[in-house]
């Protein structure tokens, strides 16, 4: 069965859905003021894995307040009113259960995993810190501390640091260019009333996004969101609709008409290098077929850089190409870990690859590869609560539809050869971009 998941439009802040997959059943519902709650029941399991999903990332960020989302994911856990630190971490520790959360360029997610007995805890702990964050000014000093130590830890890895100077080189003074965690100046320089700005303006009704996937009665779960939202004060009345997502075309100022070439210097073993250009925005309807050309250039071991560059020429041990989308933007590039002496070979090759898949179509036993690869991906993605719960809220906030499981299916099976040469040829003709981190010279 196919079912689409629309923004709900202005008026109509009580729309449900309910649709059929595999046994489980998803339903949909808005609340008043614009709240939204999306649940994926799982018949036969004694789990569940709920999250709040936050439409604000980094890209959000404006002028004196970045860094802010970040140290929002950090501040939740530090308490509210009605919860110490301590009190957070013991609901969760009491019943076996595991809670967390990530931010993103464009949203944050507070999630836990718990049985289904203890939902309602869960759902009514991570309300309190989404509606009733106390951000104190102590604690909020003692976790800029442990930001900039999370931030050395990972400038202490020349793989992310290859990664996050791509992003930046391909993407440039665009918003989605900026690092997600910010940067130390950011957050030694963010005051405290900034950040309390930024979550008084962002975390909202008609921004939050509340899925859950397992053993949970929709009907049940709705209530408790109410319910915790209202004891968290926020004011749920008739009127307010959810914030629109953002729109798949978006403004490109900022990002470089021409690429660039940078080398980081790291007195590290291994030189780490990525080749690679603009992509596709997260809802491009040439996703899938993305999906089958990164499955073939160098998605697994039988890709080509891995053949090419690992088995036939031993050349590097990991070796791959990857694409991020987002809203209106994207990237895509082509990844390697190689001898610093080798470092311009391997980067010819990952260069040759890429144009030789924008010249000459893949062979029919690589396309059905990919595919195959990609459908069992598919499905092994969706064994667990915590994978559906994420697609649920991706689903929401990112591409305004959910799919599927067949037509998912059907539309990488859909993709043929001359789609991979035409979109090959259209990413190899994007400003190319090669970033690269070792312990090179002057």
């Known amino acids: 069965m196919t079912w689409h998941l629309p923004l709900v439009p202005a008026g109509e802040p009580g729309a449900d859905l309910t649709a059929g997959q595999d046994g489980a059943t998803i339903r949909r519902t808005v609340l008043p003021g614009g709240v939204r709650v999306l649940t994926e029941s ?8 709920v999250g709040a999903w936050v439409g604000v990332g980094s890209r959000d960020e404006t002028d004196g307040h970045f860094g802010s989302t970040h140290f929002l994911e950090h501040l939740l856990f530090k308490g509210t009113p009605r919860r110490s630190a301590m009190d957070i971490a013991e609901a969760f520790d009491a019943v076996g259960g595991e809670a967390n959360a990530a931010t993103g360029k464009e949203h944050t997610c507070y999630y836990a995993r718990v049985l289904d007995a203890d939902l309602p805890m869960a759902v009514d702990v991570i309300a309190d810190m989404v509606t ?5 000014e102590g604690e909020l000093e003692t976790e800029r501390g442990v930001i900039l130590e999370e931030l050395a830890m990972n400038d202490d890895d020349p793989g992310d640091v290859v990664h996050e100077e791509f992003t930046a080189a391909v993407l440039g003074a665009h918003p989605l260019g900026r690092p997600i965690g910010g940067t130390p100046d950011t957050i030694r320089a963010v005051p405290r009333d900034a950040v309390w700005e930024h979550y008084r303006w962002h975390y909202r009704p008609e921004t939050l996004v509340v899925s859950a996937a397992g053993g949970v009665d929709h009907d049940a779960l709705v209530a408790q969101v109410s319910d915790a939202l209202a004891a968290g004060g926020w004011e749920l009345g008739a009127g307010a609709v959810p914030r629109d997502r953002r729109p798949t075309t978006a403004d490109a100022t900022g990002v470089p008409l021409e690429g660039v070439d940078i080398t980081v210097r790291r007195q590290v073993e291994q030189a780490n290098v990525i080749v690679g250009s603009t992509g596709l925005a997260a809802t491009d309807e040439r996703r ?6 990164n499955a073939v250039l160098g998605g697994g071991m039988s890709s080509r850089l891995f053949q090419e560059v690992r088995e036939r020429r031993g050349l590097a041990y990991t070796t791959y190409s990857f694409a991020s989308g987002h ?3 994207g990237t895509f590039g082509l990844y390697a870990g190689c001898t610093p002496a080798k470092v311009d070979q391997v980067t010819e090759l990952l260069v040759a690859e890429l144009e030789r898949l924008a010249e000459e179509n893949i062979t029919d036993d690589e396309l059905a590869r990919s595919i195959g690869q990609l459908s069992g991906g598919l499905v092994l993605g969706l064994e667990d609560s915590g994978s559906r719960m994420s697609r649920l809220g991706k689903a929401e906030l990112v591409y305004g539809e959910l799919l599927s499981l067949e037509e998912s299916l059907e539309r990488v099976r859909a993709v043929t050869a001359d789609d991979v040469r035409e979109l090959a040829a259209d990413l190899a003709s994007r400003p190319r971009s090669v970033v690269r981190v070792g312990p090179f010279g002057d």
């Open 288 to 293: 899938f077929t993305l999906s089958v050309l």
């Open 327 to 329: 809203g209106g933007l």
């Open 132 to 136: 009733s964050a106390r951000l104190d």
């Open 42 to 49: 799982m018949p036969g399991l004694r789990s569940a894995t």
